[in-house]
């Protein structure tokens, strides 16, 4: 195998999807640990107050005084390289969130047992579900009283439509829990939560009566109860069927005390997919091909509002980068050259000067990158563009000083190129009264905040009753204004045609009225 190869061979590039406070700044700062980023185990603390102004990953980083600059953690386990982008996860939820699950190739996804799949996890789950990507299941605070692991499969299941197949079991719950039942490999692993390294049993089944010795009579009991029920229902784990997003590998644990992250790690490394083949123009690009290529998938502004600069985020999909290249910008059809901003969370630093497929590169930007363009050092390439999601909130802005006007709308041009908000208009009118959507809500007081501070606009923003947003495409799947029974008919930036609706029901009607047209939930 070349080295290249073998380089995009080792790379695992994931996200963890979550609703807020099920554990994933607990979990990350365990699988961190894991990887030797961290050297000791703590609590997260103190993060009262800081939630709304950073990312999940500041909190972390000013809590453990480590560096995470960037959007992505970059660490070595088990002789692979694991890439773990960070998911915007609290009041900062938006678009942003559901892009940078196009730049991962799995996910795992970390639900607080006590609740199951709440709102914000069910609608990462279905972005992935979108790309057919595989997810892992991580089930978090065993600690705890929760739902039964028999009502969570359930609830995954029945809320998800996705299989799960356990392949750890817990030994009780709460204050009774004593460790987990690895199906696998038929192993106890028995946690306590003053020792850091679990006690790892080898037994005979799940039957074997040495097990009692360890969890009692009542907790064996219950083992053999719940795994023979499990047994019935479930069909064999299929590693292909969850390389489609079918079925779920689900393990259990409490990222607090550090129960089963071992596992979920350990269970990761041992399925997680390497870089897959991206769809672009005209097929398929491999990752091994020979040539640099890659799409951004996110742009930062940056903090500092002298410097106009900004970071876009690229996903590296073939060959290797290597830093001040010169690449071929698809959508500007003229070369530019990558100046790597950001320093990566590797423990080698040495490795940061080159990149290789799957991992993810920060480049500094003038204004010459927006979401989804492509560049490519060999033939150029079009990656397949990364969807705009339908915004949830929508509204017009309202300036009262007319001639500022123009700086408005390059502020708002500017925050559109981010994708921070979403634009609709009318083409009778065109762009002078646009609608603008987002996906949440934070992002329209971000919008005006950044419309005052770095443009001088003081403007304030009337809210629309639309709630979603669908795009029409008719029966060969081509984009069509022929939509019936609706007046919010407007487009997008990129010109295609979008119908904005109020709500479910208005949603259902213009459907009905319209059999012949299918109303996408994303854009690509
Ligand atoms: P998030 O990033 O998903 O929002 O969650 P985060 O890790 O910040 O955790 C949210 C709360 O849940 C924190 O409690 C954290 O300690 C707790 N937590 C995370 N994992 C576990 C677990 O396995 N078991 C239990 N019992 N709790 C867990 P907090 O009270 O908000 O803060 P703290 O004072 O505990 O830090």
Redesign the pocket.
Known sequence: MSSLAAEIKKRRTFAII?H????????TEKVLLHGGVIQEAG???G?AGTKAATS?WMKLEQQRGVSITSSVMQFDYEGLRLNLIDTP??KDFGEDTYRVLHAADSAAMLLDAGRGVELQTKKLYEVCRLRKMPIFTFA??M??EGKSPLDLIDDVESTLHMHCYPVTWPMGMGADFRGLYHRFENNLYLYKKDVLEPTVVKVESAADPLIAKHIGEELFATLQEELELLQGVLSPFDPEAFLRGEISPMTFG????NWGVDLFLRLFAQYAPPPQPRVIEGGDLSPVENFFSGFVFKIQANMDKRHRDRVAFIRICSGKFERGMKVHHTRLNREIRLAYANQFMARDRETVEVAYSGDIVGINDTGNFQIGDSVSDGRPVNFAGIPRFSPEHFGKLVVSDALKRKQLEKGVRQLVDEGSIQLFYDPRVGWQDPILGVVGILQFDVLLFRLQDEYGVDSKLDSLPYTLARWPVDAEGKPTRAVKGTPHLFQDVNDLPVVLFQGEWDYQRVVRENADITFKITSA
């Open positions: 979550s807020p406070d099920a554990g994933k700044t607990t979990i609590e997260v603390k993060k999940d996860g609290h978090n605070k600690d705890r409490s990222a607090k005390y």
